[in-house]
């Protein structure tokens, strides 16, 4: 044991740093939970800050760039498949929201993290070549896969054990500890690609190793009712024959206003999945910046953001509906495209970190309406449901917005025009706000008056 005590001092330090975390409001039952999950919750992006979008994209561009049997424009799609994929891999989501239900939520989740983490690891054994590429490619969407059905049930845990009026705040403060450990991830990636773009070789490694520590204490994390959860849902279950892409459907029949939210929310998501790989194109072709600076103005500037943006979003979000929110939280995004098109027009790395900055106000905001926002719709025995439909819808936009970002870069870039990629992001993402403004105004009475659901 004294030898191991030099490597308990980093686990000791983030358990102190997540006492100060604590609401007061919290039982002190629901306090030991809340440290558990936190604590989980700094090791885990350690390994997820491998295969983060922004990342993965520009470690995939940068290091299979040249190498053989390595086509350009099939790298370029690769590159928007790695960008997206955490997207594409959500249209899984109503499969796990089916095979969770009835199942002890944190075991499942647990089993879902030990297998990403695995995933994760594996990648440190494939070559920079083409069927190299591929293999990458392949691992990184099972990962994303299986860290959807970490999203898509987590949801349904903090909402039983965190009561309504903390929930956001508690969101709040796990997403700024994942956003503070991701951006390191990813600047510990950045730095050891630019000394050598073999060491992912280790590195990926090194960093799934961090995952499986916090995996072992969110195994140890207690869900509220249980029991009464289950029996719940295996209810639910004889009534429904389970959940399906029908059964989706029939619920968004059943909840109109949640099915027009959701229209709203596939037409401006689709704009901000469009922009990320024109976004990376523009950092390593145009501006040609290295594995670091790349990882810095995709990943790690806007995880450095979200913290201190997201109190003001939580405090936001707390006091009013969903529908609201989004109203307001979008011209996040708008700025954000828009300052990104100025970088690609101006060739300006100032402004590509100007645009990194405002995404990191717009992602800090996203991440809690991400998680919660769905709970002002969805009765608390069918939130993962309500959750699924949403995940899988971005899902589906997932698999569009890549495909599209890269003909028409294909297509544009070689005139001189990739900006324009850019700026019919920006009009998509104006839209979606415009069509969250159309909502607010139509269901003005309610969305006023009604707080985050319990």
């Given at each position: 044991m004294r030898e191991l005590a030099p490597l308990l001092i980093p686990v000791r330090l983030v358990g102190s740093f997540a006492r100060s975390f604590h609401p007061a409001q919290l039982p002190p039952m629901l306090r030991r939970t809340y440290g558990r999950e936190l604590v989980s919750w700094a090791f885990l992006p350690l390994m997820l800050g491998a295969i983060e979008g922004g990342t993965i994209g520009i470690v995939v561009k940068k290091a299979f760039t040249g190498q053989p049997g390595v086509d350009p424009a099939w790298l370029d799609l690769a590159t928007a498949w790695a960008v997206a994929a955490p997207n594409v891999a959500n249209i899984t989501s109503f499969i796990w929201a089916a095979l969770a239900r009835g199942r002890p939520k944190v075991a499942f989740i647990a089993g879902l993290q030990l297998s990403t983490c695995l995933l994760v690891a594996l990648i440190a054994f494939f070559p920079r070549n083409g069927l190299g590429l591929i293999a990458v490619c392949i691992t990184l969407g099972l990962a994303r896969t299986a860290w959807t059905g970490v999203i898509t049930i987590r949801a349904a845990v903090w909402r039983n054990n965190y009561p309504t009026a903390s929930r956001a705040a508690i969101a709040g403060k796990l997403a700024t500890v994942q956003s503070l450990f991701l951006a390191a991830a990813g600047l510990a990636v950045g730095k050891a690609m630019d000394w050598n773009a073999d060491n992912y070789h280790y590195l990926f490694p090194m960093l799934a190793l961090f995952g499986l520590i916090g995996n072992q204490i969110y195994a140890s994390v207690r869900l509220r009712r249980a029991r009464q959860l289950q029996r719940a849902e295996l209810d639910g279950r004889k009534q429904r024959e389970g959940f399906s892409p029908m059964a989706m459907v029939r619920l968004l029949q059943d909840d109109p206003l949640y099915a027009r939210f959701m229209w709203w929310m596939s037409v401006f998501g689709f704009g901000n999945l469009l922009m990320m790989a024109p976004m990376t194109f523009v950092v390593v072709d145009e501006l040609q910046m290295?594995?670091?600076?790349?990882?810095?103005?995709?990943?790690?500037?806007?995880?450095?953001?979200?913290?201190?943006?997201?109190?003001?979003?939580?405090?936001?979000?707390?006091?009013?509906?969903?529908?609201?929110?989004?109203?307001?939280?979008?011209?996040?995004?708008?700025?954000?495209?828009?300052?990104?098109?100025?970088?690609?027009?101006?060739?300006?790395?100032?402004?590509?970190?100007?645009?990194?900055?405002?995404?990191?106000?717009?992602?800090?905001?996203?991440?809690?309406?991400?998680?919660?926002?769905?709970?002002?719709?969805?009765?608390?025995?069918?939130?993962?449901?309500?959750?699924?439909?949403?995940?899988?819808?971005?899902?589906i936009r997932g698999v569009a917005a890549p495909v599209a970002a890269w003909a028409l870069h294909q297509w544009l870039a070689p005139m001189g025009l990739g900006y324009v990629v850019l700026l019919i992001c920006m009009l998509i993402n104006i839209v979606g706000v415009l069509g969250f403004m159309s909502m607010r105004r139509l269901i003005a009475p309610r969305v006023d008056a009604t707080p985050t659901a319990a």
């Open positions: 290295s594995y670091t600076g790349g990882v810095m103005a995709t990943t790690i500037v806007p995880l450095m953001v979200m913290p201190l943006a997201i109190p003001l979003w939580a405090r936001l979000l707390d006091r009013m509906h969903i529908v609201r929110f989004r109203s307001i939280h979008g011209w996040a995004f708008v700025s954000a495209s828009l300052a990104v098109t100025l970088a690609s027009v101006l060739h300006s790395e100032a402004l590509i970190y100007t645009g990194a900055v405002l995404l990191g106000v717009g992602f800090a905001g996203g991440t809690l309406a991400w998680n919660l926002g769905h709970q002002d719709f969805a009765p608390a025995e069918r939130d993962s449901e309500y959750m699924a439909i949403h995940v899988t819808l971005n899902g």
